[in-house]
């Protein structure tokens, strides 16, 4: 796979998922769709830590992103003088 598309589909999957840590953070366990973790029947609670692993998925999906997109150094070649 070609590293650019790589590090285009790597960041993207980090923007989902800085934008679900956010709504983790403003969103009450009793609104969130049924499908999510941490969903609670008329809770008023919000899930601070499911929004704090969010976060720390989406910096290592930029950080992994980073690295994939940097270029690949060349072997130099040693000048005997």
Do not use: R
């Amino acid at each position: 796979m070609n590293k650019k598309i790589l590090a285009v589909l790597i960041s993207i999957a980090g923007l989902v998922l800085l934008g679900l840590a956010i709504y983790y953070w403003l969103t009450p366990a009793g609104s969130l769709p049924h499908f999510f973790p941490g969903y609670q029947l008329n809770s008023t609670h919000v899930h601070v830590k499911h929004g704090i692993a969010a976060f720390i998925l989406a910096l290592g999906c930029g950080i992994l992103a980073w690295f994939v997109s940097a270029p690949e150094k060349s072997a130099k070649k040693e000048i005997d003088t």
